[in-house]
Each structure stands twice: as C-alpha cells, then as structure tokens.
C-alpha cells in the first residue's frame, strides 16, 4: 500500500507578504429521491483496521452536544438588538453559471454578467462562487497557465461589491447532473491517457471515466516528470501568485479545493455519461491498475493476498438487494468485505488529506478559508446497506459515521466542510429510492460541528419555491434565532445553486430576495464579518498528521444533533400571501 506523505511538523513556512483575503463557506453535487422519517444512529461497531500508516493531525477536540459552545468573547459593551440579531446572520452566495468562462478560455458578454451581479448585490447577496477550470487555464501544456480570462472576471465581481469564492475544479465539466457545457482536462493529460488510460477510474468492466484523474496516481511521475498531486499543487501556487492583488484586497474570501467528480471528495460512483440514472447503486470505480496493485499490497500485508477486489457488487442502475455483496447478510458484512470497504474509503480520506495539505501550503499566510466539499448521495440512505453511499466512498451504515473521519481530516487544515441537498424534504422523495436527505443532512452537519469545524452547504437542485427555501434556512439554523446573540448551531454559509435568467425572473428574484433578508436574520446586508462573528485571520499551517487509527475513532455513530421542525425565518407570508405569488406566476 503506498503511503501518503504530508508536511513534515516544523516545516518553515515562508509567507507571500502580499497575500491577504477574507472569509466564507461551500459545497456542490446531484440528485433527488424519497421520503423517510427520523432515523437516530446508534451502536459503536468499527469497521476493522489494517495499517498503523498515519494519515492525517493531532487529535482535533471532539466535542458532544452539550459541548458546542455559543460563548462569545466578553464586550465591554451591552449589545444593541440589532448587534445581537446580527450574530444569527448566515452570508449567501451565489453560483456562477458554469460556462461564465468559456472553454477557450474568454469571458464572455461581460455587460450582461455585470448587469446581473448588480443584481445579485442589490438583492442583498453577500459574494458569487466561481469554477477555475485547470482545463481551461492549464491547457496549451504543462505549466502554462493563461489566468487573462478569470483576472477580468474578478475584477468585475470586486467592482460590483461582492466577494467571492473560488473552486480549484480539477475535474471535467460535462457528465454530471446539471453540466450543461463541456470542460475536459488539458488535452496534455488526455493524450498520457491515451497511452495509459489506468490514469483515470475504472470500474469493473474496463469502462474508463476521464473526468478526474484516479487517486491511484497521487503520487507517481506520470505527468511529464510530475505526479498528479505536484499538478494540483502547482496550479494552486500559480493562482495565488497571479491574483496576489486580489487577495490582498480581500476579495477571494474561500478557495474550495476540488478532489474528485464534480469537484466533492468521492469515487465517480453514479456517472451519467455511462448510463447511470437516478437511483441506481453505482458501482466502484478502482479496477485500474494502480488501485488494484494497492488494494493487493493491503490484502497481503493483513495476511489474505488471495482477496480480489469486489466481482458481485452489481451494476449503475441495480437495487441493493438484487446484488450478492449489498443484500441482506451480503458480503459487505463479511470480513472481507469490511476489509475493503474501509480500505476504499481510507484510500479517499488520504487523497482529499494530502491535496489539502498543498492547498494550505500555497494559501498559508491569506485571510481566507479552504474548503472541501462533501456530495449528499441520499438515496439508499434508509436501507441498511446504503449501498450508493459505499459506492461512492462513504463507508456510512448505521452503527459507522462515514463522514465524521472526514471532518476530522479536515480539522487539521482549518478547512470548511460543505455538504448538498440542503433543500431537500423526504416527504418530497420516492418511496422506492429508500432516500433520507434531511436526516442525512442532520447526520453530516452534526459530524462536523462535532469535530469543531465549520459547516456550510448548498441546494442540489435548482429551486425557486418557499418550501426549499424554507428546508435551507432549518438547516442553517436548526435550532433558530437566538434573539440574545449567536445561536449554539449555525452553518457558516449557504451557497446558493445557481444564477440564471430563471432566477433573475421578477417573481422568483422577489422571493428570493425574501429568502436572502431570512438569512440575514432580517437584518441588512453587512459588509463586515466581524459584526456576525465571522473573523478572517490569516490562514495558519495544517496541525500534524493525523493517524488512520485516531480518524477511524470518529467512525463511532452518535445521535445528530436535534433539529427544529420547521424554520422560525420562513420565507412565506401565510396562505393569501402564497396564493397571491401563485396568482401573479400565472401571468409572468
């Protein structure tokens, strides 16, 4: 098994006496599915380990429920009722289409983006999120980066008042649920898949995926001398080195580091460009050589080299039950089977473990947040198998937390986690998918508040109704306001998916400017971070490795958090207010 290497402790870290930014939040990912009820995790079984090899920081404060602390440093002041309401107000941003930068690398019709930021600010939005493509940017070969297009793009964002996030998208656009333009990977990169085509995932029939490189090839020189991690690494020092003004100004206030499909930690599990549809189990996807070799050099070193990797794990578009290895007593209880599971599912936290750690390398010094995203695969959830969870890389069942060693990686890089389907309601899903988006939701939100670290997330699906709209606010405030000051839950944003001429419709932007004023509390839009506890210091260096054996610590399942059952900020105005919205849509 190839070991992973991070920053060694003490490393001196030289900063770049430019670079300065502020705060935020994120998230990205797919799909849809059924209803369910409360669904309370309990039991402590962990899945079994087979390698001392340390991953990851010391181990991070894990804190219970009680422990999640509101305190808020002592005022030397009695806050006014509007500081106070103030601490309860979640910033919103919003996505920028995916083709706002064109695959030859153009920013195009600059006027009708322009117009629509001011838009956006108007209606109170705090800052946009952008994708910046290494297809695009790295595209006439190794080290040649041309950032001619993004360096407009910014500025135009700064001139209208808003801040930004921007995505370190390693991945292809196109193939996703949602991708309505095609993005590849630098043609350099496709043509040494050409000759080698185990550098992207495989499943078990041979079937390639080029839209993200597989972790299998973190670290070899298959890249004109460099590995795919130095590749990442040298995209994102480059980024910082040529927008180094708009650090210092604070514009770029969140870098979400890409690390797998659609830029979310996981496996291309569920690819819609292979036929998967909604809600198949998806398959796993590490028959390339160099994950088969890893998975072997695991299986003899527990002491079964005549374990393979999973052959009974069925197809895209199969039901759990009508496979041999998620079916009731399947061989995902085997010890085999968990042997695997945790084996694939670790071999996902390194990954997203080592990449972050070059992105606080090249951020280190900025006042600015990383983040990682977390993709909300909820259909299956209520099934004992959640079996397209497992696909995907999320060894979650009920007696094992998936998602909390994830946030405990990220703990060691000061990163945020986001996470999906924030507007998601079970009773809006099929019975048939066994889907659970709110309990999921209430399970990954609560891990991470565990581990100390902020969360922040965003809708799937793109929604213009009060009902998901309300779904968001509960989930960015669970417990509601706290009219005395901070509230004990609070997500540390929300990022709204995504800015269209459908949202720019009058009806929809009148609601959705409802939506915005709820999550601000119904305060104002605030141009300072500090008024609603949001401090944007410096980005200090990753804390120590973790090891595998502290991380999996946190695979102990414990209840979520409890949650409201509906927001105290809702954006609907009773029933004649509705009635009249619905009225006025009909003649828009």
């Known amino acids: 098994m190839t070991s992973v290497t991070l920053g060694s402790l003490g490393e001196k870290i030289r900063l770049h006496s430019r670079c300065f930014c502020p705060n935020v939040l994120f998230i990205n990912v797919p799909e849809n599915a059924e209803g369910a009820s409360k669904v309370w995790r309990q039991g402590t079984k962990n899945a079994p380990t087979f390698s001392s090899r340390s991953i990851i920081s010391r181990s991070p404060p894990q804190a219970v429920a009680s422990e999640i602390s509101t305190t808020e440093p002592k005022a030397t002041t009695t806050l006014t009722n509007e500081e106070k309401m103030l601490r309860n107000y979640v910033p919103i941003f919003v996505m920028l289409p995916l083709g706002v930068i064109t695959v030859d690398n153009v920013l195009e019709d600059k006027d009708k983006l322009v117009k629509e930021l001011k838009e956006l ?107 795919a991690v130095e590749i990442y690494s040298d995209h994102m020092k480059s980024f910082r080195e040529n927008i180094a003004d708009f650090l210092e100004t604070g514009l770029i206030i969140d870098i979400e580091v890409g690390l797998g499909p659609a830029g979310e930690l996981r496996y291309p599990s569920y690819p819609e460009s292979q036929g998967w549809v909604f809600p198949g189990i998806g398959e796993f996807q590490c028959y390339d050589k160099y994950l088969q070799a890893d998975f072997k050099e695991a299986a003899t070193a527990a002491g079964h080299p005549e374990w393979e990797l999973p052959d009974n794990a069925g197809e895209y578009n199969d039901a759990p039950e009508s496979t041999e290895f998620f079916k009731s007593n399947g061989t995902y209880l085997t010890e085999k089977g968990k042997f695997f599971l945790t084996w694939y599912s670790n071999k996902l936290l390194s990954h997203g473990d080592q990449i972050l750690d070059e992105a606080n390398k090249a951020f280190v010094g900025c006042k600015l947040k990383l983040a990682a995203k977390v993709s909300g695969i909820h259909w299956w959830y209520k099934a004992d198998n959640h079996a397209a969870e497992l696909t995907a890389g999320y060894y979650n069942l009920k007696d094992r937390d998936g998602y909390r060693p994830i946030a405990r990686m990220l703990s060691r890089h000061h990163a945020i986690l986001n996470f999906t389907c924030l507007e998601m309601r079970d009773s809006e899903q099929s019975a048939d998918a066994k889907s659970a988006p709110q309990e999921l939701v209430q399970q990954v939100l609560s891990g991470g508040w565990r581990e100390n670290i902020e969360v922040a997330g965003e809708n799937a699906l793109s929604r213009y109704d009060s009902t998901a709209y309300n779904q968001i606010l509960l989930n960015a405030r669970p417990n509601g306001i706290n009219r005395e000051g901070q509230p004990k839950l609070r997500m ?79 954006v609907s105005g009773g029933l004649l207010s509705n009635l009249i919205r619905k009225l006025f849509s009909l003649f828009k």
């Open 121 to 227: 600010r108007a209606a109170g939005v705090d800052g946009v999120m952008i994708d910046v493509w290494w297809g695009i940017i790295e595209s006439k070969g190794p080290k040649q980066y041309d950032w001619t297009a993004y360096r407009s793009l910014f500025q135009a964002v700064q001139e209208c008042g808003l801040k930004l996030q921007a995505i370190m998208s390693f991945h292809q656009c196109g193939g996703n649920i949602g991708d309505v333009v095609t993005i590849p990977l630098p043609q350099w990169v496709l043509d040494i898949g050409e000759s080698d085509p185990h550098i992207f995932y495989t499943n078990l029939k041979g079937n390639r995926n080029p839209e993200y490189l597989t972790l299998g090839v973190d670290n070899r020189r298959l890249f004109s001398g460099r590995t």
């Open 492 to 570: 540390y944003g929300v990022t709204y998916l995504r800015l269209s001429d459908e949202l720019l419709q009058k009806t929809n932007l009148n609601l959705f400017k409802t939506f915005v004023k709820k999550m601000h509390a119904d305060q104002d839009y605030c141009p300072d971070p500090k008024k609603y506890n949001h401090h944007l210091g410096p980005l200090e260096r990753s804390k120590p490795e973790i090891s595998i054996e502290q991380l999996l610590e946190a695979t102990k399942a414990e209840d979520a958090f409890p949650w409201d059952k509906e927001t105290d900020m809702s």
